[in-house]
């Protein structure tokens, strides 16, 4: 039996009913509105039409402003008086609807002004949610308007239930968008997206940026948590809310204001004494109500939001040459209180899980598994959902991320760097879909606080009786679309102080970028096969390898959004921009078919020898001058070394917006005078290896094992289950050896922590939390060319743990290695772990003590001399 199809009724535009899929009998349409211009064009042409067709518009007049809507044929004004009561107006708007029985069309003066005469939101909520299903029930069709911002959340949240269609209508740049925020039973690819209302077509607002831009213009508030409560979270806000309204009428308000102002940032911010003294410098009163705005719930909005919004407002207010307010990507994020985090655990008797396993934090991955499964099973209150779907609405179908900000991240002494989750949601489909994977990525957020390299690091950085509040901060991405792909032109990370100087006319003082084409995932982690840009801002023209080294050591593939599946993928760049041509190829891409770096045409498209190299971008625009002086001012404000993590758009007259998507302290190497001169012309005898690759400065003393990794035999392995579990078996060494306070130096090949087991050994940070030092050798020929993992979550998690750090090319001229020593030397791998005898030709563990008259070994790393040095130093 064929399905009834719904009888469509025009609003009077072909491009609203375009977007709505037009309208419904039964459909009761909110209009949120800054203006009632926009309300009065659309009411018009939808009475009009109706009365072109023969139709009846019924128009009820009350409010003081205006007409909606002038005297034309087929138009029946009904007068109303709303002074007579909530009970006497209700009864007779009712007893209009019912005398003009089925399928009537109306329009309603402004709703908000109802408010100026029953004095409360609750009378407004309660008429329309008693009228709205009337018309509903015969079939009627009905236009109403609200002033947007005006009511409080319960108003609005019993009115968007009840409605059929919620739009909201903004104006700004002297041009008017339309956003449905809610259309009932109907979907489209692009229908929840804000749309530019044009005179020939409405146009969906793609690109991060220009969206950002609109719905930061238009001051809208989504979250407001402010349930009738006298607590201090609420009565600090509205006591503030009160000052500002009536300052020039209450005497000493200027003070206050100033005292709220600081009592509502420490609620939000926390104690941190020199975040608050930058919070306190920088943030304006209406930052602070802003960020209250956005947040959903209640309690810290954490490390990772407090350095971004005042690493934003550090640059805004910049005294360089740069206006940084027309550089900056406009700011559209949410925050979701700590305090949800908690009652999240209580209500879903999660607490103690948490609570036995910050006591006892060995667990393995598979146990892990399991704590992700419970924290997955979790439920959230009603409140909190409303707020969810209210800024999954304000997003639209805008991907967005979902990162993790404790309280303990992104500080001044410990980052936290990749320790915990953060997921991007491509946020497509129903609202219903998205809010289903919206609520999977703040749980698995909340569950990565348990996660065993969490508890690791933890412990390790003597964090473990911390305050460990978890709180989210819910970013749009950034970038436009591109096929059936979203993602930013540029992303990446950079440092206002460059510890990896390739060559001797690097300043290191002057910072590095690590820069890659799409999401900067690929710019943070260390990808199989895989090479981010190295930029260092003193010569940035220099590259770490020669031009015929450029094809090995660029990128390849694409970390972006694929918005036909509805998740986060990896592609090969031929297969992103192959075919059509990319938006300002030309400044990113070169022509290395030749053997040299030649230029492009935006025409050219993609084709093969063409490589990611950014030539033209460093040469042709403001990139690198922007980079410059964004880290310059950050230092400067911070007081110590920032890396912060961005992306960046260019337009068509190759102007930059960046948008600066966290900030934090940059913890440097610590540095040792160096007690040996670093000679060694050939490795024999003391000298065990000798690289002139150094990344920072330090000197370990006295380590007493070596854990060495075959880079040779390693290969060998036939499995990938034998090559991933040596993870796990190095973790276990690293446990045993480390029990007493012993030194342990760790040396194998390729890409320590990579995703690729074919290009080096996955180790987790909770595997090496016990060493030392960290070796990387680096083979081109045999496969294992490991990347400079300078700026990456991995190197900045030795960083904090002071475990050196150093890559050694031995083919390269100047570095040297002394196999025979490390291939002959005894190994008591055997002896500690017996039951993994298979792995003894892969794994030695060399007691440095042994046939060495209690010698031990030492690593040096020099940046002066830009050289590394690891040698035995005599028993005592």
Same mark, same amino acid.
């Given at each position: 039996?064929?399905?009834?199809?719904?009888?469509?009724?025009?609003?009077?535009?072909?491009?609203?009913?375009?977007?709505?899929?037009?309208?419904?009998?039964?459909?009761?349409?909110?209009?949120?509105?800054?203006?009632?211009?926009?309300?009065?064009?659309?009411?018009?042409?939808?009475?009009?039409?109706?009365?072109?067709?023969?139709?009846?518009?019924?128009?009820?007049?009350?409010? =003081?402003?205006?007409?909606?809507?002038?005297?034309?044929?087929?138009?029946?004004?009904?007068?109303?008086?709303?002074?007579?009561?909530?009970?006497?107006?209700?009864?007779?708007?009712?007893?209009?609807?019912?005398?003009?029985?089925?399928?009537?069309?109306?329009?309603?003066?402004?709703?908000?002004?109802?408010?100026?005469?029953?004095?409360?939101?609750?009378?407004?909520?309660?008429?329309?949610?008693?009228?709205?299903?009337?018309?509903?029930?015969?079939?009627?069709?009905?236009?109403?308007?609200?002033?947007?911002?005006?009511?409080?959340?319960?108003?609005?949240?019993?009115?968007?239930?009840?409605?059929?269609?919620?739009?909201?209508?903004?104006?700004?740049?002297?041009?008017?968008?339309?956003?449905?925020?809610?259309?009932?039973?109907?979907?489209?690819?692009?229908?929840?997206?804000?749309?530019?209302?044009?005179?020939?077509?409405?146009?969906?607002?793609?690109?991060?940026?220009?969206?950002?831009?609109?719905?930061?213009?238009?001051?809208?508030?989504?979250?407001?948590?402010?349930?009738?409560?006298?607590?201090?979270?609420?009565?600090?806000?509205?006591?503030?809310?009160?000052?500002?309204?009536?300052?020039?009428?209450?005497?000493?308000?200027?003070?206050?204001?100033?005292?709220?102002?600081?009592?509502?940032?420490?609620?939000?911010?926390?104690?941190?004494?020199?975040?608050?003294?930058?919070?306190?410098?920088?943030?304006?009163?209406?930052?602070?109500?802003?960020?209250?705005?956005?947040?959903?719930?209640?309690?810290?909005?954490?490390?990772?939001?407090?350095?971004?919004?005042?690493?934003?407002?550090?640059?805004?207010?910049?005294?360089?040459?740069?206006?940084?307010?027309?550089?900056?990507?406009?700011?559209?994020?949410?925050?979701?209180?700590?305090?949800?985090?908690?009652?999240?655990?209580?209500?879903?008797?999660?607490?103690?899980?948490?609570?036995?396993?910050?006591?006892?934090?060995?667990?393995?991955?598979?146990?892990?598994?399991?704590?992700?499964?419970?924290?997955?099973?979790?439920?959230?209150?009603?409140?909190?959902?409303?707020?969810?779907?209210?800024?999954?609405?304000?997003?639209?179908?805008?991907?967005?991320?979902?990162?993790?900000?404790?309280?303990?991240?992104?500080?001044?002494?410990?980052?936290?760097?990749?320790?915990?989750?953060?997921?991007?949601?491509?946020?497509?489909?129903?609202?219903?879909?998205?809010?289903?994977?919206?609520?999977?990525?703040?749980?698995?957020?909340?569950?990565?606080?348990?996660?065993?390299?969490?508890?690791?690091?933890?412990?390790?950085?003597?964090?473990?009786?911390?305050?460990?509040?978890?709180?989210?901060?819910?970013?749009?991405?950034?970038?436009?679309?591109?096929?059936?792909?979203?993602?930013?032109?540029?992303?990446?990370?950079?440092?206002?102080?460059?510890?990896?100087?390739?060559?001797?006319?690097?300043?290191?003082?002057?910072?590095?970028?690590?820069?890659?084409?799409?999401?900067?995932?690929?710019?943070?982690?260390?990808?199989?096969?895989?090479?981010?840009?190295?930029?260092?801002?003193?010569?940035?023209?220099?590259?770490?390898?020669?031009?015929?080294?450029?094809?090995?050591?660029?990128?390849?593939?694409?970390?972006?959004?694929?918005?036909?599946?509805?998740?986060?993928?990896?592609?090969?760049?031929?297969?992103?921009?192959?075919?059509?041509?990319?938006?300002?190829?030309?400044?990113?891409?070169?022509?290395?078919?030749?053997?040299?770096?030649?230029?492009?045409?935006?025409?050219?498209?993609?084709?093969?020898?063409?490589?990611?190299?950014?030539?033209?971008?460093?040469?042709?625009?403001?990139?690198?001058?922007?980079?410059?002086?964004?880290?310059?001012?950050?230092?400067?404000?911070?007081?110590?070394?920032?890396?912060?993590?961005?992306?960046?758009?260019?337009?068509?007259?190759?102007?930059?917006?960046?948008?600066?998507?966290?900030?934090?302290?940059?913890?440097? =190497?610590?540095?040792?005078?160096?007690?040996?001169?670093?000679?060694?012309?050939?490795?024999?005898?003391?000298?065990?290896?000798?690289?002139?690759?150094?990344?920072?400065?330090?000197?370990?003393?006295?380590?007493?094992?070596?854990?060495?990794?075959?880079?040779?035999?390693?290969?060998?392995?036939?499995?990938?289950?034998?090559?991933?579990?040596?993870?796990?078996?190095?973790?276990?060494?690293?446990?045993?050896?480390?029990?007493?306070?012993?030194?342990?130096?760790?040396?194998?090949?390729?890409?320590?922590?990579?995703?690729?087991?074919?290009?080096?050994?996955?180790?987790?940070?909770?595997?090496?939390?016990?060493?030392?030092?960290?070796?990387?050798?680096?083979?081109?020929?045999?496969?294992?060319?490991?990347?400079?993992?300078?700026?990456?979550?991995?190197?900045?998690?030795?960083?904090?743990?002071?475990?050196?750090?150093?890559?050694?090319?031995?083919?390269?001229?100047?570095?040297?290695?002394?196999?025979?020593?490390?291939?002959?030397?005894?190994?008591?791998?055997?002896?500690?772990?017996?039951?993994?005898?298979?792995?003894?030709?892969?794994?030695?563990?060399?007691?440095?003590?042994?046939?060495?008259?209690?010698?031990?070994?030492?690593?040096?790393?020099?940046?002066?001399?830009?050289?590394?040095?690891?040698?035995?130093?005599?028993?005592?």
């Amino acid at each position: 039996m064929a399905e009834n199809k719904p009888k469509i009724i025009s609003t009077g535009s072909s491009f609203l009913d375009e977007l709505l899929q037009g309208l419904r009998p039964g459909d009761n349409v909110v209009w949120q509105v800054d203006r009632m211009e926009e309300f009065l064009q659309f009411a018009g042409r939808f009475g009009r039409g109706a009365a072109e067709k023969g139709l009846e518009c019924v128009y009820l007049r009350f409010a =003081p402003h205006p007409p909606v809507l002038e005297p034309f044929e087929g138009l029946v004004v009904v007068a109303l008086d709303p002074e007579a009561g909530f009970d006497v107006f209700t009864r007779k708007v009712h007893e209009v609807i019912e005398s003009k029985g089925k399928e009537a069309y109306y329009v309603f003066d402004n709703l908000s002004s109802l408010v100026e005469f029953w004095a409360t939101d609750e009378l407004l909520a309660d008429f329309y949610q008693i009228t709205c299903p009337y018309i509903y029930e015969l079939g009627g069709v009905a236009y109403f308007a609200l002033n947007r911002d005006q009511h409080d959340h319960n108003t609005i949240a019993r009115i968007k239930t009840t409605t059929q269609i919620l739009l909201s209508t903004y104006h700004t740049g002297g041009r008017s968008y339309i956003h449905p925020l809610k259309v009932w039973k109907r979907y489209s690819p692009n229908m929840f997206m804000v749309h530019l209302i044009g005179e020939n077509e409405w146009a969906p607002v793609t690109t991060s940026f220009d969206a950002a831009a609109v719905l930061s213009a238009s001051g809208t508030h989504l979250v407001h948590t402010l349930p009738d409560s006298d607590s201090p979270w609420n009565s600090v806000y509205r006591k503030l809310v009160q000052y500002r309204q009536n300052q020039e009428n209450i005497p000493g308000a200027a003070s206050e204001i100033d005292a709220l102002k600081i009592e509502l940032t420490r609620m939000m911010f926390g104690n941190h004494e020199r975040i608050n003294r930058l919070a306190d410098s920088y943030l304006t009163v209406e930052d602070i109500m802003q960020t209250r705005e956005r947040l959903i719930g209640s309690g810290r909005i954490g490390g990772k939001a407090a350095g971004m919004l005042l690493a934003r407002r550090i640059l805004n207010a910049g005294s360089g040459g740069t206006d940084f307010s027309r550089v900056l990507e406009a700011h559209d994020s949410f925050y979701i209180g700590s305090d949800v985090f908690f009652s999240f655990l209580v209500n879903n008797n999660l607490f103690r899980l948490r609570l036995n396993l910050s006591r006892n934090p060995n667990i393995d991955p598979d146990e892990f598994d399991a704590v992700e499964a419970a924290f997955l099973a979790g439920k959230f209150p009603r409140e909190t959902m409303e707020q969810f779907r209210d800024m999954l609405e304000h997003y639209g179908q805008a991907p967005i991320i979902v990162r993790s900000s404790s309280l303990l991240e992104d500080g001044f002494q410990h980052a936290y760097a990749g320790k915990y989750r953060s997921e991007f949601c491509a946020n497509q489909g129903t609202p219903d879909k998205r809010l289903d994977e919206f609520l999977k990525a703040v749980k698995l957020v909340y569950a990565s606080a348990l996660n065993p390299d969490v508890l690791s690091y933890r412990r390790r950085m003597g964090l473990t009786e911390g305050d460990e509040q978890m709180a989210i901060l819910v970013q749009r991405v950034s970038g436009m679309p591109f096929k059936q792909y979203f993602f930013p032109t540029l992303a990446g990370v950079a440092f206002s102080k460059n510890l990896y100087g390739w060559t001797d006319r690097i300043d290191t003082s002057k910072g590095m970028v690590r820069l890659v084409f799409g999401l900067g995932t690929r710019a943070v982690n260390r990808t199989a096969g895989d090479y981010p840009r190295m930029i260092a801002l003193s010569h940035p023209e220099i590259r770490p390898e020669s031009t015929e080294q450029i094809p090995n050591y660029a990128q390849k593939y694409v970390d972006l959004i694929d918005i036909d599946t509805n998740q986060l993928a990896t592609k090969r760049a031929a297969e992103v921009v192959g075919g059509e041509s990319y938006p300002n190829l030309e400044l990113l891409a070169a022509d290395l078919s030749e053997g040299f770096e030649s230029d492009i045409a935006f025409r050219d498209g993609w084709r093969r020898g063409f490589e990611f190299t950014f030539r033209n971008l460093i040469k042709r625009t403001r990139f690198i001058e922007l980079m410059d002086e964004m880290l310059s001012c950050l230092e400067s404000a911070w007081g110590q070394p920032v890396d912060i993590e961005f992306t960046a758009h260019i337009d068509f007259q190759r102007d930059i917006t960046i948008n600066l998507l966290q900030c934090r302290s940059l913890r440097l =190497p610590r540095l040792t005078p160096a007690h040996v001169r670093l000679q060694a012309d050939h490795c024999r005898g003391d000298v065990l290896f000798k690289t002139s690759r150094a990344i920072g400065s330090g000197l370990v003393e006295d380590i007493l094992y070596i854990i060495y990794i075959d880079p040779a035999a390693y290969s060998q392995l036939n499995t990938s289950t034998q090559k991933k579990s040596l993870g796990r078996i190095i973790g276990k060494l690293s446990e045993l050896l480390s029990r007493d306070g012993s030194r342990i130096m760790l040396i194998g090949p390729g890409r320590w922590g990579s995703g690729n087991i074919d290009l080096g050994i996955n180790v987790s940070f909770a595997d090496i939390a016990g060493i030392s030092a960290l070796v990387e050798i680096a083979r081109p020929q045999a496969g294992y060319a490991p990347e400079v993992s300078y700026g990456t979550h991995f190197f900045l998690d030795l960083v904090e743990a002071e475990i050196l750090y150093l890559p050694v090319y031995p083919d390269e001229e100047d570095s040297c290695f002394n196999q025979g020593y490390f291939a002959q030397a005894p190994s008591i791998f055997e002896e500690l772990l017996p039951d993994y005898r298979e792995y003894a030709s892969v794994i030695r563990v060399i007691d440095v003590r042994a046939g060495n008259n209690g010698a031990s070994c030492a690593l040096l790393v020099d940046p002066g001399q830009n050289t590394g040095l690891c040698y035995l130093q005599p028993g005592t």
